[in-house]
């Protein structure tokens, strides 16, 4: 979550003349009022979410409807938004202060909800509209603000919360309407410095189209994102002006604007599904000949009467030299005269063709540093991973069953369990799961924290949804030992086969429970199962027993403190596991401490993946002690953007002394040839797997025992000495735009060091456009 200054946000606001463009744009006419609201379960069931640590009486739902919004297209609905936001006494940017204890989701039925000053959205908040008949919100033609949905704030002068600290909020099933506003007054739709386990999923934008139109869609500074999907931007100066360290965009549709996208900086940034019609410039990579883009992955994606796909000012001399990296894999062009423009000459014509692959940047094949500059072989896609049309890869957003009648739906506290955090909801969570999952019925856990002492068991068929991320929480001597790890969820046992959709959840732990495998995903299951949103929280939440007075940074690793063995294990019988916006998190801070204090929790493993046929798009790992990822005997797996981060605290104790220590059993990394005095967890491994194709890498280690002067820009980054180890037995790896923080040693193939960070210097961190094996 560690946000590195990279540019003063006074460069970013939009302000540049507009470039001409052909097309108008498509309005959304006002008219229906929120009476006319379709069914929606979501909305029609009943609403018990408890969260035990706020004030008594305290609402997760809110229908902004109860707080005297109108949604009729005239009165004036900002403040009675803003109210159903604030409501419970939530803390806002102003206060700065993240929470565990407060979530909410606000609801709006169909409508149009006139609005003349920025909503406001808070830490811990869901903005979901109705997916049957998404509300749209209407900007008033004299709106003034950041963004008419205002993620972050501003406060004299700052972003109210650190951005890289900004987690847990969606906004979903909306229409932004800035069309009213002058296309001469500069506006936006949505501003979003974000970070991990947040989304933006299913929003339309419609803003200005015409040629000196100053709208943008969406406005991101900074941040250590996050994720978009199935999101369309009709109009604007930018479609979208962004720059954050990591992102992932799947199926953004961009139309009608001058720029479609303004990258502003990155470190990485990962587009799977990006769709651009008639703009005038597809992707412009701001920064000039001091470039401040690392890099971009563009893949399965159609761009369409557009002059310029890629606008780069990356030369095989442009500073800083391993910047402005671009892989380019399948994307059609329709009637784009010029692909990939650079500074002083076209580097890929375009025209109706095919991109089968075109990159720039430095590449390791497996060795290097090479230019590279045009082709290079792209993936031969495994037909398991492939879906949709042609060769695309198989993607599915994020089910909201939609048309689920709200009698197919059975509530988790309506079943037993209470969600109180101190009561064993085991036996009630399983009976209801068993009992759910073979009818189609969808099992919602209202908000609450779920306490278990053995595991839950989700059987093929299940359908799990969760109200604003409530959390399983593992407690007790099941999970205790860490010489016998026990799991919390499984999801399937081995031999199931089927489909399961888990969504909208966390999984943490209580205590001491140094053996839990938070969640273990067994399913041979059908193309489509997996999770979206689902997160691991380890600690630093309040009920965790694992905050700032159990487990400060001065404290030696307690056993109280050793909080999991594992956070994810994808096992050997799993076979098509799919993934988004999955993030799995050993806390570094305490999200309801007022500044957000460090802690020292103690995990051993991040995501163990084993199975076959495996897509992650959009997933982090943090702060475990041996590893981040590690794929042993995987096959076929495809994602992107994969983001790590080192614990803190090490090399005090690094990944060598515990307290969770590598166990052959687990075929762990045995950490033989790092500098001794500075092997911190890997970020990345690979051991005895095929066909691994990922999309944006980026490894992070910040610090050396919470100093951070080990990962200064232009420093000798040795926070430690490798990160990412390509052992034996592996074949056919492609990594795309890869980037590392902190780090001597890049790769090490067999042992052996194969890039150092020196050769390949980018915006902050050293990138590679592309690794292969
Ligand atoms: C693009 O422009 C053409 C002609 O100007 C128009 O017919 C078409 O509807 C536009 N497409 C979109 C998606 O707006
Ligand atoms: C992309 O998003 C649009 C709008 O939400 C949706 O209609 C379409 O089905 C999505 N396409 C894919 C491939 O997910
Ligand atoms: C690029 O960076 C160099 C070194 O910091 C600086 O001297 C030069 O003025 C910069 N060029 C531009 C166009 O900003
Ligand atoms: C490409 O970017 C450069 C530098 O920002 C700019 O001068 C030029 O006009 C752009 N060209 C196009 C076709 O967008
Ligand atoms: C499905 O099973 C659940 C849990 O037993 C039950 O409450 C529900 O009524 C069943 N639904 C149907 C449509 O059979
Ligand atoms: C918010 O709190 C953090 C941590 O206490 C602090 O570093 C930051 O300056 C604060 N920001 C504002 C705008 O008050
Ligand atoms: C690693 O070593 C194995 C066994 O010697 C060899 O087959 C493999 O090609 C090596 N990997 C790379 C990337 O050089
Ligand atoms: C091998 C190589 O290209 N090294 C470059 C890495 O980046 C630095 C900073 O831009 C350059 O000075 C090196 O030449």
């Not at 099941?478 to 909208?504: C, H, L, M, R």
């Not at 404290?555 to 403190?561: D, E, N």
């Amino acid at each position: 979550m560690r946000w590195v200054s990279i540019l003063s946000t006074a460069l970013l606001v939009a302000g540049a003349s507009a470039v001409p463009h052909a097309g108008k744009h498509r309005r959304i006419s006002s008219s229906s009022a929120a009476s006319s609201d379709p069914s929606y379960w979501l909305a029609d069931i009943k609403h018990q979410g408890n969260a035990p640590a706020a004030a008594s009486g305290y609402k997760v739902f809110r229908n902004v409807l109860d707080y005297g919004a109108t949604g009729d297209g005239t009165t004036d609905d900002t403040e009675a938004i803003n109210k159903a936001i604030s409501d419970g006494d939530r803390t806002g940017p102003a206060a700065n202060q993240t929470t565990s204890t407060t979530p909410a989701i606000v609801y709006f039925p169909a409508g149009t909800y006139s609005v003349s000053a920025p909503i406001v959205d808070f830490y811990f908040t869901q903005l979901i509209g109705n997916p049957n008949s998404p509300a749209i919100l209407k900007a008033t033609s004299s709106f003034t603000g950041m963004g008419l949905i205002d993620g972050d704030e501003y406060e004299n002068g700052a972003e109210g919360w650190i951005s890289t600290n900004i987690f847990l909020r969606q906004v979903r099933n909306l229409v932004i309407d800035l069309t009213a506003i002058p296309g001469t007054t500069a506006a936006t739709g949505i501003h979003w410095p974000s970070s991990q386990a947040t989304s933006v999923e299913n929003v339309v934008i419609n803003v200005n189209a015409d040629a000196d139109s100053q709208h943008q869609g969406i406005f991101i500074e900074d941040g250590s994102g996050g994720w978009m999907s199935d999101v369309t931007v009709n109009g604007g100066l930018y479609g979208m002006n962004i720059g954050n360290q990591q992102f992932t965009y799947r199926n953004i549709t961009i139309n009608n604007a001058a720029t479609a996208i303004s990258q502003i900086w990155d470190w990485g940034w990962t587009y799977i599904g990006l769709n651009i019609q008639n703009c005038t410039t597809g992707i412009s990579l701001q920064g000039g000949v001091n470039q401040t883009v690392g890099g971009l992955n563009v893949i399965d994606s159609t761009i369409s009467n557009t002059k310029t796909f890629v606008n780069t000012s990356w030369t095989d001399t442009a500073t800083p030299a391993s910047a402005g990296n671009l892989i380019l894999e399948n994307v059609v062009l329709d009637n784009v005269p010029t692909a990939v423009l650079g500074p002083s000459t076209t580097y890929l014509e375009g025209g109706s063709t095919t991109i089968a692959s075109f990159g720039q940047g430095h590449k390791y094949t497996p060795t290097g540093p090479d230019t590279l500059k045009g082709t290079f072989a792209p993936v031969a896609r495994p037909s398991g991973l492939v879906g949709g049309s042609g060769s695309n890869y198989f993607t599915k957003g994020k089910p909201q069953y939609a048309s689920t009648p709200v009698d197919s739906v059975v509530s988790i506290r309506d079943s037993g369990a209470k969600g109180d955090g101190t009561t064993d909801d085991t036996e009630a969570i399983n009976t209801a799961l068993k009992s759910a999952a073979g009818n189609g019925t969808i099992i919602f856990f209202d908000y609450g924290i779920y306490k278990v002492t053995d595991t839950i068991y989700i059987p093929p068929g299940a359908k799990v949804v969760g109200e604003s991320y409530p959390i399983i929480a593992a407690s007790g001597d099941a999970f205790s030992d860490a010489s016998n790890p026990y799991p919390v969820v499984q999801v399937g046992k081995s031999g199931d086969k089927g489909t399961i959709e888990w969504s909208d959840m966390r999984v943490g732990t209580i205590g001491g429970t140094a053996g839990a495998v938070l969640i273990e995903w067994n399913l041979n299951g059908e193309q489509g199962s997996g999770m979206w949103d689902v997160h691991t929280q380890i600690g630093g939440w309040t009920g965790s027993e694992l905050q700032v007075e159990q487990c400060p940074t001065s404290a030696s690793p307690a056993a109280k403190c050793q909080a999991a063995f594992m956070s994810l294990h994808i096992t050997k019988d799993a076979q098509n596991f799919y993934s988004e916006n999955d993030w799995f998190w050993t806390a570094d801070h305490d999200v309801d401490d007022p500044t957000n204090t460090r802690v020292s929790i103690f995990t051993g493993r991040g995501v163990l993946v084993e199975g076959t046929n495996i897509a992650m798009w959009g997933t982090g790992s943090e702060h475990h002690g041996l590893y981040q990822f590690q794929f042993d005997g995987a096959t076929n797996v495809v994602g992107g953007y994969f983001q790590t981060e080192s614990p803190y605290y090490q090399p005090s104790p690094d990944a060598t002394s515990g307290p969770y220590t590598s166990d052959t059993k687990w075929n762990d990394p045995d950490f033989s040839t790092c500098l001794k005095g500075n092997c911190d967890a890997l970020g990345l491994r690979i051991v005895d797997s095929s066909s691994l194709s990922l999309y944006g890498v980026g490894l992070y280690s910040f610090f050396n025992d919470y100093d951070t002067s080990c990962s200064d820009l232009g420093g000798s980054a040795d926070c430690q000495s490798e990160v990412f180890r390509v052992d034996s037995g592996v074949s056919d790896l492609k990594v795309y735009g890869y980037n590392t923080v902190g780090v001597t040693n890049m790769i090490t193939v067999n042992g052996t060091s194969a890039a150092v960070y020196s050769d390949n210097l980018s915006v902050f961190p050293a990138s590679i456009a592309l690794f292969s094996t």
